[in-house]
């Protein structure tokens, strides 16, 4: 069945997720997907100009390129989307900054999306999020989250070997980003995710925990920080010049009361990659290691 698409939040080429999103499906790797609009709310307006040119020229010049080859339509509203064609299947993605996604959500409904995909976390807040979800609800509207780790290869690999080894293992799952390590590139980065590495990119792995190791707020006993590890800075905003504290990195180890011990691992300038690590809880020897 044919499903035209509608990108909510496209960011800046090589950068951001939903350029990638439409890249993919621009190139043919969704079956039955066609990019027909994208609604990009930043680099749509002259504020980009200023705060960001090398971000805005980017954009620009890759919105001319798919305009002239694919056809599609961009926009800085959803409201200047054109209404679905009777009978059409529509679409939504958005992969928009976490505090504008409730706006952006409901815009979606509005303009007929039958389906959305909403990125991680989705909302600032579980009250937003519930909100949204009685919304798509009332509008007959499916939402699916962007949680792909949870039906990745590697994650099952790291859980098959943990499970047949005759050692008792300790699994971390580390999720890495690519920014350089400089203040300049990860200010940037703490400004547009302002919600923090836990919520923005830690999320991938806590959605793991929640669904394949039962940790919920309940059945936690312990949190255990690794110091050595983790690293937070207060940086300053290039767009609003206001200071923002996260981590660049990150590590715990989470134990649940019935005795189940998993670590998650966060590095902002780590690589591209997302790794599952095995070791031998014993002796710390690395038994087997897993790349997405």
């Known amino acids: 069945m044919a499903c035209e698409v509608v990108l909510v939040g496209c960011g800046c080429p090589l950068r951001s997720m939903g350029w990638y999103h439409a890249t993919q499906i621009l190139d043919g790797r969704v079956q039955d997907a066609s990019l027909k609009h994208v609604v ?13 040119e090398a971000g805005y020229d980017a954009f620009h010049e890759w919105k001319a390129q798919v305009e002239d080859k ?12 054109p209404s679905l064609a009777a009978g059409g299947n529509r679409l939504g993605i958005i992969s928009a900054r976490t505090s504008d996604n409730p706006t952006l959500f409901a815009g979606c ?10 990125e991680k976390p989705g909302a600032p807040t579980v009250a ?18 962007g949680f792909n780790k949870n039906v990745s290869r590697y994650l099952d690999r790291s859980r098959e070997y943990a499970a047949k080894s005759d050692k008792k293992c300790d699994i971390t799952f580390l999720h890495n980003n690519a920014y350089e390590n400089n203040e300049k590139e990860l200010a940037e980065c703490f400004e547009r995710n302002a919600e923090g590495m836990l919520k923005n990119m830690a999320i991938h792995e806590l959605a793991i925990l929640v669904t394949f190791y039962d940790v919920s707020v309940d059945s936690i006993a312990s949190v255990e920080a690794d110091k050595e590890f983790s690293s937070c ?23 649940t009361k019935a005795g189940v011990e998993v670590n998650v691992a966060a590095d902002r300038c780590g ?4 790794v599952a690590i095995v070791t031998d809880t014993d002796t710390g020897k690395e038994l087997a290691r897993y790349t997405m």
Do not use: H, N, W
């Open 271 to 274: 690589g591209d990659d997302s």
């Open 40 to 52: 990009e709310p930043f680099y749509m307006g002259e504020l980009a100009k200023k705060l960001d």
């Open 70 to 81: 694919y056809g599609v339509k961009f926009y800085s509203t959803t409201s200047d989307v």
């Open 233 to 255: 800075k207060t940086l300053k905003g290039p767009s609003s010049g206001k200071d923002y504290t996260d981590f660049d990195k990150l590590k715990f180890k989470i134990t």
């Open 109 to 118: 409904i509005d303009i007929g999306c039958q389906t959305i995909f909403l």
């Open 128 to 145: 937003e999020l519930e909100k949204m979800r009685d919304a798509a609800k009332d509008a007959g509207c499916t939402v699916f989250m």
